[in-house]
């Protein structure tokens, strides 16, 4: 009976998020085989350069005025009334980090409003009224996908980006020119002359703030936890095998100290979905002894001992 209240419960909660969601839901772009929105509210999206691949558009990473092969994907202009209060939503995969930040969703075109940013150092970033950066600590990775969220509130002035329904950062601040002009949304920053190298579907626009819970619902639902397991062969010499196991996306730390409890190798630092993961670790350059490796995702964290014999 407990399973079936939870289960129900779980399922309850999921419809009632997907029924507010679908109410408020003003444009939605696939991008999967066509530009257009299947809510019927607006025209198709503009596209140059970005053809239908892999469930989505592509976008090749180039952008220069006079260039044939620019890339360019941009919604039609949107009425002024939903600057107020909106939420915007894209997944996104990357195909690299390249050495400067780069759009995944922009605001405006002339005036860049609002942005979710993608920065070098792998972490997203809230763009804002054209140059300012509100950063973050969350961690995107390639060839994932990956789904942020925009939310912005004028009763509060609150605007708040999410990854994978994990808050990274809010601010403070006014839309200035939005509810005038450059009311888009698209991938390319104009000024910059920059647009990211990956992938983009489902761009979906709400008229007020939808708060994102996570990637997959019901595991948002269930008890967070991590596995990490004894390493394999263990003594070793040199190298060894680690395995760890993830129930949800997040940046993880996989490292190991030695028995004074100093750091001496970084094995993992990025951001991983969900899942089985496998970590070698060579030794060649470490004395013989007792080290630790540790694993950090969150706040959750666990260590274990292992032995190098050489």
Known sequence: MRTFNTTFTILLAICRMAFAQQGNLIAYYPLNSTPNDTTGHFGPMLLTNTPFI??????????QFGDTNWCRAETPILPASIFHTFSVSAKFKVDSIRQFERPVIIGGAGWRWIACILKSDSTVALLYNNQNRQPSTLHYSTNTWHEM???YDSSNTIAKLYLDGVLACSTLFTIQHGPEYDRTFGVTNFSNATVFKGFLKDLKIYSTVIVPTSV????????ANIQLSQNYPNPFNPSTTIRFRL???GFVDLSVHNILGQKIATLVSEYLVAGEHTIQW??????SGVYFYR???GRLSETKKLLLSK
Not at 216 to 223: H, K, V
Request: proline share 3%; net charge negative.
């Open 54 to 63: 892999g469930g989505g558009i592509y976008c090749n990473g180039n952008y």
């Open 247 to 249: 129930t949800y996306s």
């Open 295 to 297: 694993l950090q995702a």
């Open 149 to 151: 969220t925009i939310t």
């Open 282 to 287: 060579s030794a060649t350059e470490f004395a």
């Open 216 to 223: 997959i619902d019901i595991e948002s639902l269930l008890p």
